[in-house]
């Protein structure tokens, strides 16, 4: 099975390698198409791409100039191949745990109505760039949150979806998963932690008052389509929090 | 309810934004959302720019008047829910007249609804809130 990973990228050039070394230890999982979208980086960012292309690695990079990761997103995604069955996301920050996607991707051989997966993320504050693992002793907090990274969807469940809305600088992944659950898209949500989410002091979602106003954006037009349509789902039990466990195991919800 | 009161949102918790004309609420201590039908965005905006009930009501909203028992139930529930309260020492303003020509085009009752399913996400706030003089990961209490 195919599997587009779209990974959007503004001046990362100190995370997105381990980025991608963290998914391409997982290679054996699928046939990896890893979508990179240099969203006009001044910085080293793009030569670490290439240096990952020069390896052979399954990385196609398309650059362009800054139109933010919303833009970003949609242009990874017009750039899936055809015969792509799965899609996922992974931010430049962020890490895939090794075993993540062939945990995730099982769920999809065995139930063929499957549209997607959606499982934990681990929020963390350091992260071993050799190990590709959290710290022993960082604070962290596992639970099932708002992270485009946690869920692989099936390519027709993108298709029906459609593109992240560009009306919203921020909390386009919000809205763009609120929009997959008032679809009452066919999903598991596996024990998996899918992602290690990085905290760090450039974090995109550091800037509040943006952050709020466009999550209330996200909720606001989820509202008003589920006004205009009650047949809509609502978003019950797609948020779970879960506890601190130490030694990085997901709990069950 | 004493038609001259003015009324405040009641804390820090309470955050909202107005678009495209329809108001939304979120409380950042319970995890609670909210939204409003079209004459309840403009009532809230109105409230919360303390424009006093009692200038309110009479006023043309949608086909007919807003009337003093529809005002008292709707503010009730705001005051219920925690998103206002009595302002004691605030200065009454004046209806805009851009509120003022919306409300008077309203086609729905007053009415605010309350969703309360994303509270666990908006409780442990990950990622559009960090409180980082108090260290990171908090939830709030």
Known sequence: ??????????????????????????????????????????????EVVRSFIADGAPIRLFSQANTGVTRARNAGLRRLLDDTEFVSFIDSDDISPVGRFAADLAHF??????ELTYSYMRMVDQIDDETLEPVAGCDDRIFRGVHLSAGIYRRGLIKRIGDFDEELAQSEDTDFLFRIFEQRARFVFPDTIALYYRRHEHNLTRNLAESRREFLKAMQKSMRRRKADPTLGDLRGFIQVAHPTGDGAPLRP | MGYSTIYAVANSDIVYETFDGDAVVLDLASGRYFGFSDSGSCVWEALIAQVPPASLVGRPCGD?????????????????????????????????????????????????????????????????DVDEPAGWPAVKQ
């Open chain 2, 64 to 128: 007919g008047l807003l009337s003093a028992a529809d005002l008292d139930a709707f503010i009730a529930r705001l005051t219920e829910y925690g998103l206002l309260l009595p302002a004691t020492d605030a200065v009454s303003t004046a209806l805009s007249p851009d509120l003022a020509q919306r409300l008077a085009a309203a086609r729905e009752a007053l009415k605010i609804d309350m969703h309360d399913e994303l509270a666990d996400l908006v409780m442990v706030d990950p990622i559009h």
């Open chain 1, 1 to 46: 099975m195919k599997l587009g990973i779209v990974l959007p990228v503004y001046n990362r050039e100190t995370y997105v390698g381990s980025a991608l070394r963290s998914v391409l230890r997982q290679r054996e999982a699928a046939e990896f198409d890893i979508i990179v979208i240099d969203d006009g980086s001044v910085d080293g960012t793009a």
């Open chain 1, 109 to 114: 051989r065995s139930d063929p109505g499957l």
